[in-house]
């Protein structure tokens, strides 16, 4: 079997919910693909460990089991495992929102000049632009990019493509294989954000009209109150602020180590992170979230 399409599934924790995931998975429209799985729980059902094994029995479905890894090394480890031309990342907690959900990712790969991009994320079906009105234009300039000090914009919810970003999100994305390994994939000393490694491990090569983009479609459902996973969404304010300064210290300084002059600024931005999330959490409670 040598499939066009590897999808990279990441998973701890939630052996009941990937294997709902896989069910979707092997019902996508696409005729050239793999899903591979890494699989690192050490917390389950028996009677969801024994369906992730039956599923397991379909040709498409690679799946490796390993102790807990971490979230880099997992997808190094899918990626060093897989067949296809094509690494399509999507979380175990995410669900592709169509059947065609594979063969759009493909279809994007016509475009020679394609090195990889990142799909809509939604919260339902046929989900509205969350974004205000006045925002638009800046979402369009600042789109999955980088801001002048090397901190990231996300806007992964956007209705509208952007052509030429900074970086690749960790679900719904897809990158050329050969262009993956070349930048030396994902940091293995990251806890999480490391997808921004890639990101930054990939500048020097992108050149001559190569390019990353961001795609309204294929769109994957974020089941955000799920259990199990890195628990990020479950950071105290403390873990949120140690998460960001990680990011400043392994990322942005370790590949832009002239940034060092701007420490005090960037750890302000850190801050400032923690400080939106703690309004989040304040509005939710309030509003009964």
């Not at 050239?32 to 029995?57: C, F, N, R, T, W």
């Not at 979230?71 to 480890?77: D, I, S």
Request: a positive charge.
């Amino acid at each position: 079997m040598n499939p066009r399409i590897s999808v990279i599934v990441r998973s701890y924790n939630r052996v009941g919910v990937l294997c709902n995931l896989l069910e979707v998975l092997l019902s996508q429209e696409h005729d050239s693909y793999e899903i591979v799985i890494v699989e690192q729980s050490d917390q389950y059902k028996k009677a969801d460990y024994k369906k992730l094994q039956q599923l397991a029995e379909n040709e498409k479905i690679n799946l490796l089991t390993y102790p807990r890894l971490g979230g880099p090394k997992a997808r190094n480890t899918g990626v060093k495992n897989a067949k296809g031309e094509i690494i399509l990342l999507l979380d175990d907690d995410d669900l592709p929102a169509s059947p065609h959900w594979i063969q759009i990712h493909d279809d994007a790969y016509k475009d020679e000049k394609l090195i990889g991009f990142t799909g809509r994320h939604v919260a339902s079906k046929n989900a509205r632009c969350p974004y205000l009105q006045v925002m638009l234009n800046f979402i369009r300039r600042n789109c999955m990019s980088y801001s002048w000090l090397g901190t990231p914009y996300t806007f992964a919810q956007f209705n509208e493509d952007v052509e030429n970003v900074d970086w690749l999100h960790g679900t719904n994305a897809s990158i050329r294989k050969e262009w993956a390994v070349k930048a030396g994939l994902w940091d293995e000393d990251l806890k999480t954000q490391d997808e921004h490694s890639l990101a930054f491990k990939l500048r020097p090569y992108i050149k001559d009209g190569y390019r990353l983009d961001f795609r309204k479609e294929p769109e994957v459902i974020r089941q955000l109150d799920i259990e199990g996973g890195m628990e990020k969404r479950k950071f105290s304010l403390l873990q949120e602020f140690r998460n960001q300064h990680q990011y400043i210290t392994k990322i942005v300084l370790r590949y832009r180590p002239m940034f060092t002059l701007f420490y005090p600024l960037l750890r302000f931005w850190a801050l400032i992170k923690v400080g939106m999330q703690a309004t989040k959490r304040v509005v939710n409670f309030i509003t009964g979230k």
